[in-house]
């Protein structure tokens, strides 16, 4: 049962990826990103149950953390081109 | 009961299969970015929290069930808001091509 | 500022929680995975998302450079000075045994416990001082 | 058989050689560097493949239990690897921020060219 | 794998980058199958959050546009990776098989780590306690790496030109 959850996640996580390498606009390459972390984190999840040990749901956790921080750098770079925004400006476009 | 365990988490990992792999394919699929970004909300919702279920249903009252709940809701809040800042950052984008709804329908009625 | 509202929230809600679990990463690695290197990096990267969504001004407000400066060196001295005061205690250099008189498995803990906060210290610090670098120099 | 057993060293050797290839055929030092991060996660696949055996289970000791554990020595020194790694790629994009100031580019022809008319 | 290979072709640098990003969780989750939880871990912190933005902190610094489209000797290089590649791979046929439990490196220091860290150091988790422990030494080593890596971060972009900036403001 895990094992055909497993193999349907990667089938899944190949199409992603399929995306991430076609995507047309940076935007489709940036939410296949995001989905295929998603997917990632399943699939640890499932992996930890085949392997019998499921008490390493720690890793799942760090990646579903880290993916959005990912994201959210990426979009931030190129919303504005830089990390240290805001700067101290009054009228920045501040709408994200 | 173990039996009854095992067809409730084996039907929802199927759940959950199916719901990633119809969001895989629809991210693959959809013709323009706004579309793309709906297929990819099923897999972020209902396949996750699917999956996460018929782990959670083999998991037992743990502490591996506590974490597997941690990782949903963490996955809930997250994924909806970075498609969120995504969608603001593609409009606000001029370069992007605009959704087809703002080209085909006049904007009066909204 | 207002249409920023929804990443806000949002990292408002996480950060305490990412800053937790990497203390839980910390201190739970003698027994699950984890530890000092994995700790730090995560401890590291809830600041960055602070500082990605507020600006680097507030998040260098909240944790100045000179903290991380002090953390730098900090966390490598507390690995050294561990090791020293085996040497101190009548063992050698880094041996955790002889930090419990009574018991050398407790100082093995200790020692390890020890080592694994200034690893985490030291890393955390590090990360954080390259991104502001990287980020403050854009400017 | 004989053969077959041996597909994680070709894995790594086929990774290997991207990270080489964009390290020696590509110009742009951030791809330099992108390379020499794949050149190092090849190396990193190699220790941990070294380290696993076949049936047998993180190195995280179950009490009471007879089972068999890969082996931790591989595992902890690819942890110090990873965190010195990001380090010192860290280290080296900080340098590429500071040929960029020096240069006003980042492709390796072009400093090279600009060296040249220096020197001339 | 493949993403490496095409993460390599790519020419806009900011999907390299995203790219490296997934690349890094792929090989996280090859880690997982081959029981290295803790590498695992740290390379799901590593490599998709903070390298990623490390490497964004750059090209936002610098330019993220390759300017030269193809390699300058494609068939050179080509030659000189697959050579290495094929003396590489004639040289595993030495190496013991993957998986095979009587490798030299598994009857080494390997099992007495294993079977005496319980008594020793009382800890589950044998690769924190070699980390910390029997490898001391090793560790303080990757520290103070780590620690000066970033002292020459510090000098080689810390800060400076802010300085200067502020105090171009006050004159």
Known sequence: MFVATALGILVCMILAMARALLGPTVYDRIMAVNAFGTKTVLLIAVLGFMSGRPDFMDIALVYALINFIGTIAVLKFIRYGDMGWPRNMPDEPDDL | MSWLIDLLSGLALLGGVFFVGVGSVGLLRMPDFYTRMHAAGITDTLGA???????????????????????????????????????????????????????ESPPSNS | ???????????????????????????????????????????????????????????QRLLPPWVLRIGVSLGVLIYA?????????????????????????HGQHLGILLVELGVGITVASVMVTIFYSFAGRGR | MQILGLYNYWIFIVLMMCGFYVVISRGNLVKKLVGLNIFQTSV??????????????????????????????????????IVVGIATTSLGLALVVRIHEAYGTIEEDEIHAQSEEESL | MVTAVAAVRLRDLFAVVMLFGIYSLVSASLFVVMDAVDVAFTEASVGAGVATVFMLGTLSLTTHREKTPIARKPLLSLLVVIITGAALMYGTYDIPHYGDANDPIHHHVAPHYLEDSMEEIGIPNVVSSVLASYRGYDTLGETTVVFTAAIGVLILIGGARRRSKRDDERS
Do not use: C, E
């Not at chain 4, 049936?55 to 082996?71: C, H, Q, R």
């Open chain 4, 44 to 81: 990193f696949i190699l220790y941990i493949s070294m380290g696993k055996i076949t049936g047998g289970t993180a190195p995280i000791l179950i009490a009471g239990k007879d089972v068999v554990y890969s082996n931790p020595v591989p595992h902890v020194l690819i942890l110090t690897a």
């Open chain 3, 81 to 105: 000075s561990v090791g020293v005061a085996g040497m101190l205690l009548g063992g050698a250099y880094l041996d955790y045994g002889v930090l419990d008189s009574h018991d050398p498995m």
């Open chain 2, 49 to 103: 929290g699917l999956i996460l279920l018929g782990l959670m249903f083999q998991g037992g009252w743990t502490l591996i069930t506590a974490k597997l709940l941690l990782i949903l809701i963490f996955l809930w809040m997250t994924s909806p808001t970075a498609s969120h800042a995504l969608v603001k950052a593609a409009l606000a984008d001029p370069d992007n091509p605009q959704p087809l709804l703002h080209k």
């Open chain 3, 1 to 59: 500022m207002k249409h920023y509202s929804v990443p806000r929230l949002m990292t408002k809600l996480l950060l305490p929680l990412i800053l937790l679990f990497a203390l839980y990463v910390q201190f739970h690695g003698d027994f699950g995975p984890g530890g000092g290197f994995q700790a730090g990096v995560i401890f590291a990267a809830g600041f960055i998302l602070h500082a990605l969504i507020y600006g680097l001004d507030q998040t």
